[in-house]
């Protein structure tokens, strides 16, 4: 629950007020420049938000020199026109007074929070001097390059691989990597889900109305209330989607496999799978029915505390409306150790269905080259990859490398807590330095004091970001980058069913002294040495090498931020597949049935989808068909911690917004009001959770809207370091409390476990 | 025929997210510490697993009766001629009868311009320039539906012919503008 009462409403959070005064204290924050009124670049400015991670096109202008009104580029259909809490907040970032805006360099010890502004000059001879130090007595290899993905990781991982580290991360295996690793094991690639043409929607937790992914939350009620969508809902806890849902169950942690396996079962047992498809499109179908005829819905009952009656049904209900239906595949937290095979099975649940590239159900990303090849035609333009020869190549593993089973996540992002293996355990080789960009590993890696002992111990820290983050705060040297208000940055490809791109633009004036990150690691590599990998000049000339120099391309995307070709095409689809033929004369003929299932492709060894996978089975034996293992995510008298998105905040990065830290700061902890009650717990107070790793103090909520074995709590609150003055000791840091444990083949940091609770 | 303007709050599309709040504060510069709009997500209540939210628009009614009106001495609150309640800010004294007047308890003193402040459906921003509120524009799940009730094409009569609407406190005689969708969880079927 959002907690809004009549005290903030006349009186606000008021954060602000009292710790502005800390701020002007700060060296390097935009306190400590003049408030100038900003100056708009256009009347309205497309471009693409980042106060979260699903980059949704939005439309923004300046009001008064003071504010920036954001809402929605209308242009991209699916979107709405329409914007969050959060990205409607981004001015606050742009204007926050505890913002850094010049280089700073550590004076003090790490963590301590004593800087001094250097120059950009400085901070630049200081890296350059630092890594290539390092790079001279341990190999390139002893230093790290980890980043937000986007254009910012683009640049650094560029940078990285001129330098000559195999070392990059994304924060995927702290986040969605999970799904990802699953597709890539069942498709071969990443794959879509088509929530607002579905029928019946069965959702275990993927809480997408408060972790809002626009066009997904929009569809999603679009398809309930519109189409009359039936949502089942599988979750600890009643979440916003829990609410909004015909039925919530609410299931044991991390017990998601068993209920998706008992739910194959059925399929499989009642006959009610789609046969047909899967003779055409799938192997591995026996071993993975073989597996599962054990798996019937009185097991999983008695795994996952959902009926088995309501399993039966509920499986009934979705097969009855194949193909437009899905099971939705989730995104972040990773429940339990089993997290590969549980988002695989939930996969499964959607192949035996044959809802691929069905409306209603999952479907592959139709960027141009695949479209056009389809139409016949050149519908949509096709970008050019701008990048340059004779990089070096990497004479070292990569760090994560120890174990070929997590071999399809080394190209997805990484296994990223693998750095405080390498860091604190010389596992597999000594790592000495770590570049860090817009990433927080502070919060969203698990056990926070080993990623403190890790940045503790090592030789030379950077960070880049728009706050001194509590990463940050452990930096030598801080890089402040431009927020995305004051950026452009390379065309994106955003195509869904048909082709699509975006780009981000400037909306505002460059406030104080920071860069993009684009100039930012050109300038350091220019300083490092390796100019000769930076030949671009400026965004300018990257995105003209991406239109082919087609400058009626490049004003028309600049102009609408947005824009898509073609029609909606769905492979599958009779009706799709017939509207587009009829639109395009020179189109790929049909099968006989008039969809293009036979020209489907999925890039596995097989070709075909693999419900069962030969390829992870040598990975990892044993693990090649789909299976339930019985995990421990917490002792007998302990309680589930588990963890979740609000609406208002994004994971470990906007808790210090003004606007946003204004609408919530603290994270209360949910606990059923029986637990509670034996505890001597009442909502409002004090209260001590302790783990294995960890102990944070924090305050009860005392609801019914959670089980009584389960305490949650929304995830990026109770930051530690004194520069974020709005968010600090405010709330649990669920970080601290969880151990550092990785899945198998996914090498997803798990996001279960128990504590136990006190009243203090 | 003179405009009814009037705001429709669909408690089943609403999922509390404050996006409206956020475009509101952006859009009027609201002060920090104060605010025009929230919504408030109320509850759970009920008997697990049967239980569920109250998602609540806390903002001016804008009723048609408006006590707001009746009590201010200056006429600082005022029914303009596209029947919205409005504030002059010149004639506001700050006595604050209209805040501890207000039945809904929306109205706050503004701490920059010292006067009398409200939600006014963006009537001297967005509405000025043919746009449509602040909230309304930016609502991620359509929760919202503005305009002239008395317009019976517009999409808040069609809303209001067909739906079981609501609106709070109406026993008081405020005929308040704000309309709402109620929940269908709630027992009350739309």
């Known amino acids: 629950m959002i907690e809004l009462d009549r005290r903030t409403f006349i009186k606000g959070a008021g954060a602000g007020g009292a710790t502005c005064a800390l701020a002007t204290l700060l060296p390097g924050s935009l306190a400590a420049l003049e408030q100038q009124p900003l100056k708009a670049v256009g009347k309205e400015v497309a471009s693409i938000c980042e106060m979260c991670s699903t980059r949704c096109p939005i439309s923004a202008r300046v009001v008064d020199g003071k504010n920036v009104f954001i809402s929605g580029n209308k242009e991209a259909k699916s979107f709405g026109g329409k914007v969050c809490a959060r990205g409607g907040a981004g001015h606050s970032l742009l204007y926050d007074p505890q913002r850094i805006v010049n280089p700073l360099r550590r004076v003090g010890e790490r963590g301590e929070g004593q800087w001094e502004e250097i120059t950009w000059q400085q901070a630049y001879q200081t890296i350059a001097k630092n890594l290539n130090d390092i790079k001279a007595k341990h190999g390139a290899e002893a230093v790290a390059f980890s980043s937000k993905s986007g254009s910012l990781s683009g640049h650094l991982f560029h940078l990285g691989k001129a330098f000559g580290s195999p070392n990059s991360f994304t924060h995927a295996s702290t986040c969605p990597g999970g799904y990802v690793i699953a597709a890539k094991a069942m498709f071969g690639t990443k794959v879509k889900r088509d929530l607002g043409n579905s029928k019946y929607i069965i959702n275990f937790g993927h809480n997408l109305y408060e972790g809002i992914n626009m066009s997904e939350t929009r569809g999603m009620m679009k398809a309930q209330m519109e189409k009359n969508a039936k949502l089942v809902v599988f979750e600890p806890r009643f979440s916003v989607v829990a609410d909004k849902a015909d039925e919530w169950f609410a299931i044991r942690p991390g017990t998601d496999l068993a209920v998706a396996l008992a739910l194959c079962h059925v399929l499989i047992e009642d006959k009610l799978y789609d046969h047909a498809f899967i003779e055409q499109h799938v192997v591995g179908f026996e071993a993975f029915a073989e597996e599962v005829k054990a798996c019937t819905p009185e097991w999983a009952q008695g795994v996952s505390d959902v009926p088995a009656k309501d399993i039966r049904r509920i499986a009934h209900e979705y097969a009855a409306h194949a193909p437009h239906a899905v099971v939705d595949f989730g995104h972040r937290a990773t429940f339990t150790p089993e997290e590969f095979d549980m988002r695989r099975a939930l996969f499964a649940a959607n192949v035996l269905i044959g809802n691929i590239e069905r409306k209603g159900g999952l479907y592959l990303g139709k960027k141009a080259k695949t479209y056009n090849k389809f139409a016949g035609n050149k519908v949509a333009p096709t970008l050019g990859k701008p990048g340059v020869e004779g990089l070096p190549k990497p004479t070292a593993k990569r760090i994560d490398q120890v174990d070929e089973q997590y071999a399809m996540m080394w190209s997805s992002g990484g296994i990223y807590q693998t750095i405080l293996d390498a860091t604190l355990e010389a596992k597999p080789y000594q790592l000495k330095a770590w570049v860090m960009s817009r990433t927080n590993p502070m919060q969203t890696m698990t056990d926070r004091a080993r990623v403190v002992e890790s940045l503790k111990k090592l030789d030379f820290v950077v960070c880049c970001d728009v706050y001194i983050s509590e990463t940050a705060a452990y930096a030598d040297i801080i890089l402040p980058e431009s927020t995305y208000l004051e950026r452009d940055e390379e065309i994106a490809d955003k195509s869904g069913k048909n082709p699509a791109y975006y780009v981000r633009q400037r909306v505002v004036e460059t406030i104080g002294q920071t860069k993009p990150s684009w100039q930012i690691f050109k300038e350091l590599g220019e300083e490092m040495g390796l100019g000769q990998f930076f030949p671009w000049e400026n965004m300018e000339s990257l995105q003209l090498l991406q239109v082919n120099r087609d400058v009626t391309l490049w004003n028309t995307i600049k102009e609408k931020g947005y824009v898509s070709y073609g029609k909606p095409l769905m492979l599958r689809e009779p009706s799709m597949v017939a509207a587009f033929t009829a639109h395009y004369p020179e189109a790929k003929a049909t099968d006989a049935d008039g969809t293009y299932a036979s020209a489907m492709s999925f890039k596995t060894p097989s070709g075909k989808i693999e419900l069962s996978s030969d390829k992870v089975e040598k990975m990892a034996a044993g693990r090649g068909v789909i299976k339930y293992r019985p995990v421990q995510l917490k002792q007998a008298d302990e309680l589930y911690f588990i963890q979740g998105k609000v609406a208002v905040h994004t994971n470990g990065a906007t808790h210090n917004i003004p606007m946003l830290a204004n609408l919530m700061s603290d994270n209360g902890v949910w606990i059923h009001p029986l637990t509670a009650g034996k505890l001597g717990i009442s909502s409002g107070d004090k209260i001590r959770l302790s783990s294995s790793v960890g102990s944070e103090e924090g305050t009860a909520l005392v609801t019914p809207g959670i089980r009584q074995d389960t305490v949650f709590a929304y995830m990026g609150f109770g930051s530690k370091n004194k520069e974020l003055a709005r968010a600090t000791g405010k709330g649990i840091h669920c970080g601290n409390l969880l151990p550092h444990q990785t899945a198998p083949i996914c090498g997803m940091n798990i996001h279960t476990t128990g504590i136990t609770l006190a009243k203090i | ?190």
């Open chain 2, 1 to 190: 025929m003179s405009k009814r303007y009037v705001m429709i709050h669909d408690e089943n599309r609403c999922i509390g997210c404050q996006a409206c709040s956020v475009a509101c504060r952006s859009e009027n510069g609201t002060p920090e510490g104060v605010s025009r709009l929230q919504v408030r997500v109320e509850g759970p209540f009920g008997d697990a697993p049967h239980l569920h939210f109250k998602y609540n628009r806390v903002s001016c009614q804008q009723c048609e009766n408006a006590p707001c009106v009746t009590v201010c001495p200056t006429g600082a609150a005022y029914v303009g001629d596209d029947g919205l309640v409005t504030i002059k800010e010149d004639k506001c004294v700050g006595c604050m009868y209209c805040v501890a007047a207000c039945p809904y308890k929306v109205r706050f003193m503004n701490p920059e311009t010292k006067a009398a402040d409200k939600c006014n459906f963006c009537k001297d921003t967005r509405l000025a320039r043919g746009e449509l509120p602040a909230c309304v524009t930016v609502c991620p799940t359509d929760a919202l539906t503005f305009g002239d009730a008395n317009d019976p094409q517009s999409d808040v009569a069609k809303l209001i012919n067909t739906k079981a609407t609501y609106q709070e406190k109406t026993h008081l005689g405020t005929q308040p503008r704000v309309y709402r969708i109620p929940t269908k969880r709630g027992g009350i079927q739309s």
